[in-house]
């Protein structure tokens, strides 16, 4: 079955260590997305890649760090720097990273991590 | 600053209540995805739209461009119909393959 994973489901963290998200998709789809969602607030962009080997930070970016070294895996660094980490984090891919209406931009998300700091 | 809105917040209907979750944006948009999130937390993508109607079995997704809102409507609410639904637009020009979401609506069904 195609579709994105990420692992693990729930994580916990000690203050001031970085930890890595896992995110992995088999939908041959270009292009990938890190979120993160809080209680009361929309999802917010932390990084995108649009194809392997580039990336581009999106609202949130400061204390996170990514790679794009294979088409299919896109991990997310929580760094010590990040202020507030703990939160809900989402991982998604589209088709393309295109402009406009087109289906090849549908995004789909995995089920999730949720990072917790102690 | 560009925004997307949705109402009600929170929604609790009794089984079989036809449902309606509204969303409105602030400026031009190319395209809007209506998502559902169930309590374990991930995201299922139900509709994209940019004109008119899209329907999928009980679920109906509708958008008027020049009112700049969009309804997602329910037929026939079952209790597991319950999650947070949640509108994303993707704005014309600029980056635009970049989501902004709503801060969602949690729907709530009663047998």
């Known amino acids: 079955d195609g579709g994105i994973t990420q692992s693990p489901k729930y994580l916990f963290r000690k203050e001031g260590q970085n930890v890595t998200l896992s995110c992995e998709q088999n939908?041959?789809?270009?292009?990938m997305y890190w979120y993160r969602q809080d209680p009361g607030q929309g999802l917010r962009l932390i990084y995108y890649?649009?194809?392997?080997?580039?990336?581009q930070k999106g609202d949130i970016a400061e204390g996170y760090s990514v790679s794009r070294e294979k088409k299919e895996s896109f991990p997310l660094t929580v760094t010590s720097a990040q202020k507030n980490p703990t939160a809900f984090y989402l991982c998604?891919?589209?088709?393309?990273?295109?402009?406009?209406?087109?289906?090849?931009?549908?995004?789909?998300f995995g089920p999730g991590t949720r990072l917790t700091v102690l | 600053k560009n925004e997307v809105e949705q109402s009600p917040q929170n929604l609790t209907a009794q089984e079989g209540e036809f449902i309606t979750i509204n969303c409105s944006y602030s400026?031009?948009?190319?395209?809007l995805h209506w998502l559902q999130q169930h309590p374990g937390g991930g995201i299922v993508s139900l509709f994209m739209?940019?004109?008119g109607k899209k329907k999928h079995g009980r679920l109906i997704a509708t958008i008027n461009i020049q009112e700049k809102h969009s309804s997602l409507h329910i037929t026939a609410s079952h209790p597991r119909d319950s999650a947070v639904y949640i509108c994303?637009?993707?704005?014309?020009?600029?980056?635009?393959?970049?989501?902004?979401f709503g801060k969602g609506t949690l729907l709530t069904v009663n047998p």
């Open positions: 994303a637009v993707r704005w014309s020009g600029g980056s635009n393959y970049k989501l902004t």
């Open positions: 400026v031009g948009i190319s395209a």
């Open positions: 739209l940019s004109s």
């Open positions: 939908l041959n789809h270009d292009a």
């Open positions: 890649s649009q194809i392997v080997n580039d990336f």
């Open positions: 998604a891919s589209s088709i393309k990273g295109l402009a406009g209406g087109s289906r090849d931009n549908e995004q789909f």
